[in-house]
């Protein structure tokens, strides 16, 4: 078997199960404490391997700026959404909800770069993905005991941070002379020190006393959730193509609902089911419009990688 394709499926099951991970961790920690220890333990890595292959360069540095815009945008503000938002949501209602980034990456870039005029294939697209959203959501039950409303919110903020995230690094860092494991070390550096100066840690040991959360929050969401997700993803980029690596993220939102349903016991209704086919068919439209332009661009992901769309998305 082709170990591309293994890598592919082994992060679409590590994405897909960070939403439960979350959701054990929130019982205990704060979402910045969370997003602080899953930041750490996701640089060890990244720092290690970068290291090692020589990939650092003091000179990068000049790029500083972008480094922080990237590290805010992709990664400390996305993070503290979706632990907010998975605290609040049922896990699965979570990854399901994180289907719709490629939509909201997509609408960004359309809006911000203006490279492509977007077809009726397209705006159906965005407009079945959406409708998806919104059955999950459910803001007609707004008053009842269904979907909370500040949750979804939470989600969707960080679906809009993340998305910016990639036209900023479409703008200004796709065209920098440096290898992507350097340019996600640096960014994830400089989230780990603007989350380190901003996250209260007066009680943060408190995970160690369960288990199984504490497993999940250093081992899943750090070392695999983030650092290695990373390596991952570059490697299926190097041996598929952008293109193909793009579409992992239909993945997680499936995985995240069956860990929810059989690990978590979440409850698993019928229009959930409805909703992540049109979220996920809403991406496919996008993803599958037309001819795929070079992947030069997209060959140097600085965004979370579940984050990046094939290069034909602008």
Sequence with gaps: MNPAHLAFAALGLIWGTNFLFM?????????????????????LPLLACALLTGALKWRHLRH???????????TVIYYYAFAKGSSLLASGVAGMLSGAIPLVSFVCAWILLRQERPTTRMLVG?????VGVLLIAQPWRASDAGVDPVGVAYMLAGSLSVG?????????????????????????????????????????????D???????????????????????????????????????????????????????????????????????????????????????????PTAPPQTIVDASAN
């Excluded at 965005?126 to 959406?130: D, Q, S, W, Y």
Aim: one cysteine or more.
């Design 164 to 208: 910016c995230s990639f036209v900023y690094a479409r703008r200004f860092l796709s065209n920098l002379d440096m290898s992507p494991l350097a340019l996600s070390t640096w960014q994830i550096g400089f989230a780990l020190v603007v989350i380190a100066c901003i996250t209260d840690f007066h009680g943060i040991t408190r995970v160690i």
């Design 64 to 74: 500083g700026h972008h480094f922080m815009v990237m590290a805010l945008l992709a």
């Design 210 to 300: 369960d288990r199984r959360a504490s497993i999940g929050l250093l081992f899943g969401l750090g070392l695999c959730g983030t650092g290695l997700a990373y390596l991952l993803y570059y490697f299926i980029v190097g041996r598929l193509g952008a293109l193909a690596a793009s579409s992992v993220t239909y993945i997680p939102p499936v995985v995240a609902l069956l860990m929810g349903t059989m690990v978590a016991g979440e409850p698993l209704h019928p229009v959930d089911v409805v909703a992540m086919a049109t979220i996920l068919g809403g991406v496919y439209l996008l993803q599958r419009r037309g001819p795929a332009t070079p992947e030069g661009p997209v060959a140097k």
């Design 23 to 43: 959701k054990w961790a929130s019982v205990y920690l704060s979402a910045s404490q969370i997003v602080f220890l899953r930041v750490l333990f996701g640089f």
């Design 126 to 130: 965005i407009v079945g993905g959406f």
